[in-house]
């Protein structure tokens, strides 16, 4: 598996970005990787899918699932790849638990292999797999293009089974805003999305 392309691929298109973000979980932290910036270019993503999907291959999925948003994309690239089916995760409300919705079903003969863009807490991961256990599927794996769980406060990280990623980041960490050493330092604090100022 090669991380550094993978790593080079997103710092090519601009998705990975430095200074001072609020990520949506609320913490702050000096690198935020924004997915979209990839996923929105299909060459580069095709790429990545079809690497994932070799990775994710010898587990021989019958159904690739990946919950919304960024995940439903992955999911149909990789399913492409390896010739099967893709089942899409939504919330009926939000919050609330993910559904399969628009006709899909899944049985106890499907083997599905979940996927995700970016794992961070994996609490949408885990809230997937609680989903999929709930209908009856075997989830015979967890895929996903980045891992940063390693940087987030390990009391908040979900224990998930394991996890096979194109590239696991081990910084810069997340931090509670309370503690966070850029807001010590004065560093402005954006919306990592838009680049607005907080």
Known sequence: MDSDHVRDV?????????????????QHTAEFWEKFAVLQDPVLADDLFG???????????????????????????????????????????????????????????????????????????????QALHSLGARVAGIGCLIDRRMTVPADEV?????????LTLDGPPNYQPGSCPLCAAGVPLQDPRSLRAL
């Not at 979900?158 to 194109?166: S, T, W």
């Open 10 to 26: 997103f710092e090519a298109c601009g998705a990975v970005r430095r200074g001072h973000f609020r990520v949506p979980a609320g």
């Open 51 to 129: 690497r994932l999907a070799a990775v994710l291959a010898p587990l021989s999925p019958t159904v690739i699932a990946g919950p919304t948003q960024g995940g439903l994309i992955v999911a149909w690239g990789v399913a492409r790849h390896l010739g099967c089916r893709a089942a899409f995760l939504e919330r009926d409300y939000r919050p609330g638990p993910f559904v399969l919705r628009r006709g899909s079903r899944l049985s106890e003969a499907d083997d599905v292999v979940l996927v995700d863009d970016l794992v961070s807490s994996g609490t949408t991961v885990y809230q997937s797999v």
């Open 158 to 166: 979900r224990m998930l089974p394991a996890l096979r990623a194109l």
